[in-house]
């Protein structure tokens, strides 16, 4: 199959942003998923027992997932994607945009990195006798999970997003889609020739 042609240094910009629709609408389809699924099969009623592993881990790729759009992880070169413009936040409720807040917290000051200030860090020597003692660091539940209500916030966000990063997309495709490569089903995944995405 032929290659598609350059895109257009007038167009780099705006085939940016449409490669983070492109992201941006996968990661709010995961983050609507989990949190759907952590709602339907009722795991805040089972933590801290059954669900003591389950629902942080769930928890933990809902918000990620959630908040990769708007994380700064522009990336570098031809493959850079600016975050999701601010405007799609206008969409949420304002409980919803308290909830997108904290997700963002969560994932910066305990999930995506460790900041000791946030998680307050403080070893403890616990001495069990003269001889005997154990150096223990004491830090604050990095990966508790969010309530149920909050979980419900994020689903309702995560899906009012999906829905106009989805729509968003199909608006803009028609623009771009001469600049990627063809595939034939079959050979989907098979690496292409060099230079055959268009940027």
Known sequence: MSKPPKVPPHMKGQMAQFRRLLLSYTDFKHSKLVAEYILQNQLHKQYPGEAHILLPA?????IMAYTRPFSGNSGRGRDAAPDLPSRFLKLLSADELKIHWIALNDRNKFL??????AAALEPVRVRYSERVEL???????RMAPLDEAPTELIRSAASKLFEATLLKRVELEPLFKEYFRVADPMALYDEPDDDTDGY
């Open 112 to 117: 995506a990195h460790t900041d000791a200030e």
């Open 58 to 62: 769930l928890n933990c790729s809902m």
């Open 135 to 141: 150096l223990v660091p004491l830090v604050v539940d």
